[in-house]
């Protein structure tokens, strides 16, 4: 429904002289995204231009499978942005050029060297217990910390990138100390050993194991749409952290050429596509991310976090875009932190 929605439309945009220029072309895509989400999209470019996507999904080790086939792929798309900063860093980028992402995309959502770009972000939140956390009892990640919540909180284990970015972005907002005082605090209120994912957490607090958990605002409407997890979502509720100073944490989903010369205007064509209105709206509908262009509308599922939350309206949030360099710049320290407390040890 949704392809055949956009279609018109983004063959206007795009024109048709654009499909016929790309039509004997093929762009080769890496990423470690869910295949189902990325998927869709290529058939719906390729019903639109004629462009051929040869995709590779790879779980984990995006970035060494990048080191060690550099030229593999002619664009990279990755759920955790930060890494692309890191590949940056080793000269495995291809800046782009394109005056259509410089036009319609804010700052914020591009390097300053235009080495990758944000397309989708979310927030990283506080899942909590319907039953037993009363609404405004938790409204700062530090609060986790706090002895009332000994042997309450659940998390996947504290070396998961997802992790490592918001430890990472604290210590560039707090300091290094207030970071290291973050995790000792709760590692000390953990209820079990880190393990699973974001989704087992919040299963873990449906079943009482535990009462708060650390997690992508993203999971909510997952959980919420699949009949097997519903109950596990409507037994919790969303706290966006820190509204009251810098806002939460962020996820980033990104995107970047490498360094592969054979198909650069293509594979930039693509990414431009992936920042357009169309681009954006299939993006948000299949991952329930936030999108990077505020013409973008956003779903009735994401309008409806935070409605326990003071001050949160249709799903509106304070953000913290730290930096992406800046993140990189503190991720060994994390590491050498967690390995201090060896924060995935059995409780």
Same mark, same amino acid.
């Given at each position: 429904?949704?392809?055949?929605?956009?279609?018109?439309?983004?063959?206007?945009?795009?024109?048709?002289?654009?499909?016929?220029? /790309?039509?004997?072309?093929?762009?080769?895509?890496?990423?470690?995204?869910?295949?189902?989400?990325?998927?869709?999209?290529?058939?719906?470019? &390729?019903?639109?231009?004629?462009?051929?996507?040869?995709?590779?999904?790879?779980?984990?080790?995006?970035?060494?499978?990048?080191?060690?086939?550099?030229?593999?792929?002619?664009?990279?798309?990755?759920?955790?942005?930060?890494?692309?900063?890191?590949?940056?860093?080793?000269?495995?980028?291809?800046?782009?050029?394109?005056?259509?992402?410089?036009?319609?995309?804010?700052? &914020?959502? &591009?390097?300053?060297?235009?080495?990758?770009?944000?397309?989708?972000?979310?927030?990283?939140?506080?899942? /909590?217990?319907?039953?037993?956390?009363?609404?405004?009892?938790?409204?700062?990640?530090?609060?986790?910390?706090?002895?009332?919540?000994?042997?309450?909180?659940?998390?996947?284990?504290?070396?998961?990138?997802?992790?490592?970015?918001?430890?990472?972005?604290?210590?560039?907002?707090?300091?290094?100390?207030?970071?290291?005082?973050?995790?000792?605090?709760?590692?000390?209120?953990?209820?079990?050993?880190?393990?699973?994912?974001?989704?087992?957490?919040?299963?873990?607090?449906?079943?009482?194991?535990?009462?708060?958990?650390?997690?992508?605002?993203?999971?909510?409407?997952?959980?919420?749409?699949?009949?097997?997890?519903?109950?596990?979502?409507?037994?919790?509720?969303?706290?966006?952290?820190?509204?009251?100073?810098?806002?939460?944490?962020?996820?980033?989903?990104?995107?970047?050429?490498?360094?592969?010369?054979?198909?650069?205007?293509?594979?930039?064509?693509?990414?431009?596509?992936?920042?357009?209105?169309?681009?954006?709206?299939?993006?948000?509908?299949?991952?329930?991310?936030?999108?990077?262009?505020?013409?973008?509308?956003?779903?009735?599922?994401?309008?409806?976090?935070?409605?326990?939350?003071?001050?949160?309206?249709?799903?509106?949030?304070?953000?913290?875009?730290?930096?992406?360099?800046?993140?990189? /710049?503190?991720?060994?320290?994390?590491?050498?932190?967690?390995?201090?407390?060896?924060?995935?040890?059995?409780?």
């Amino acid at each position: 429904m949704l392809i055949q929605r956009l279609l018109p439309i983004v063959a206007l945009t795009f024109g048709i002289a654009f499909a016929a220029q /790309a039509a004997d072309t093929t762009v080769r895509v890496i990423s470690d995204r869910t295949p189902s989400h990325l998927e869709p999209l290529f058939e719906y470019y &390729r019903t639109l231009t004629g462009v051929e996507i040869e995709s590779a999904f790879v779980d984990k080790g995006l970035i060494a499978r990048l080191q060690s086939r550099p030229t593999e792929a002619d664009l990279i798309i990755t759920k955790t942005a930060d890494i692309l900063e890191e590949a940056k860093q080793q000269r495995l980028l291809r800046p782009f050029d394109s005056s259509t992402i410089a036009a319609e995309l804010p700052a &914020r959502f &591009r390097d300053a060297d235009d080495a990758y770009i944000t397309l989708s972000y979310r927030p990283r939140v506080i899942f /909590a217990s319907k039953e037993r956390v009363e609404p405004d009892s938790i409204e700062t990640y530090a609060d986790l910390t706090d002895p009332e919540w000994r042997g309450r909180i659940c998390i996947r284990s504290g070396y998961h990138n997802y992790n490592l970015s918001l430890l990472s972005q604290m210590a560039e907002d707090q300091g290094l100390p207030a970071a290291r005082a973050f995790i000792m605090g709760l590692h000390a209120n953990l209820a079990r050993r880190p393990k699973g994912n974001d989704r087992a957490q919040v299963r873990a607090i449906y079943e009482g194991e535990c009462d708060l958990s650390l997690g992508n605002s993203y999971y909510m409407p997952i959980m919420l749409a699949n009949p097997e997890q519903r109950a596990w979502g409507k037994a919790t509720y969303l706290i966006f952290p820190n509204q009251e100073s810098g806002g939460s944490y962020i996820m980033r989903g990104g995107a970047a050429l490498t360094t592969a010369n054979r198909n650069v205007p293509a594979a930039t064509q693509l990414l431009e596509f992936l920042v357009s209105n169309a681009g954006q709206e299939f993006i948000v509908n299949t991952t329930f991310e936030y999108p990077v262009r505020d013409d973008v509308e956003m779903l009735d599922s994401l309008r409806a976090l935070g409605n326990r939350q003071e001050g949160i309206e249709g799903g509106r949030f304070k953000a913290n875009f730290i930096p992406l360099d800046a993140i990189a /710049a503190h991720r060994d320290a994390i590491v050498t932190i967690l390995d201090e407390v060896d924060f995935d040890s059995d409780r």
